[in-house]
């Protein structure tokens, strides 16, 4: 697609629940990554996937959080047992090459009640 | 540890005057320094990036200052508009193929 899509926009879960965030990168953009912006903060890098390499997953928060991306595009973002300081926007980027900038995608607002 | 601090959180600026945004960074070897722009419910967009080779980048009305001594970066919008009323994020990449991000700065320009 012509930009980074993100699904859902909006999603208000429950604390305890499990919740799976997407993100569609720019086609042939090798690289992508995710980072969360919380309330009145920067934005937090959480994982990184460049082509077949391991992924870069030193920002993590917890073993709650999990990424994969399959087949070199779409990317699923999976929080288990959600807690309230989950409550974030996820952001999702993609790029040819990181010194240069990546294109984000809207994120997605997570509201864990 | 690389850090990247922008430390005003919120700036206000006159229509039509000049808007400057600052932004720290500590030590690495491989710089190359970014800023975007964020709307409210859209994602960061790329603004304008300057490497550690140059000391100044001009693109229209944003100008990004680089000060390696002082490990200093700003970005300069003028004359500032209604329509740059935004959070603004200083990104650096440090080299390990990702961005660190400051806190944002958020502007309002006042009509």
């Known amino acids: 697609g012509a930009g980074v899509s993100q699904s859902p926009s909006n999603k208000v879960t429950e604390k305890g629940k499990d919740v799976e965030l997407r993100c569609d990168p720019i086609?042939?953009?090798?690289?992508l990554y995710w980072y969360r912006q919380s309330l009145g903060q920067g934005l937090e890098f959480l994982i990184y996937?460049?082509?077949?390499?391991?992924?870069?997953k030193s920002g993590l928060p917890s073993d709650r959080f999990s990424a994969e991306r399959t087949g070199g595009s779409v990317s699923t973002l999976t929080i288990q047992r959600t807690q309230q300081e989950d409550s974030a926007v996820y952001l999702c980027?993609?790029?040819?090459?990181?010194?240069?900038?990546?294109?984000f995608g809207s994120g997605t607002r997570l509201t864990v009640v | 540890d690389q850090q990247v601090k922008q430390n005003s959180p919120s700036l206000s600026v006159q229509e039509g005057r000049i808007s400057i945004l600052n932004c720290d960074y500590t030590?690495?070897?491989?710089?190359?320094f970014l800023w975007y722009k964020k709307y409210p419910a859209e994602g960061p967009t790329f603004l304008i990036s300057?490497?550690?080779?140059?000391d100044k980048n001009e693109d229209g009305r944003f100008t990004v200052f680089l000060n390696k001594s002082a490990k200093h970066l700003s970005l300069h919008i003028v004359p500032s508009q209604p329509g740059d009323s935004a959070v603004y994020f200083c990104?650096?990449?440090?080299?390990?193929?990702?961005?660190?991000f400051g806190t944002g700065t958020r502007l309002t320009i006042i009509p």
């Open positions: 996937f460049q082509g077949n390499s391991a992924p870069d």
């Open positions: 990104a650096v990449n440090f080299g390990n193929e990702k961005l660190t």
């Open positions: 980027a993609s790029s040819l090459d990181a010194t240069y900038g990546y294109t």
């Open positions: 086609s042939g953009h090798t690289a």
């Open positions: 030590n690495s070897m491989f710089d190359y």
């Open positions: 300057i490497s550690s080779i140059k």
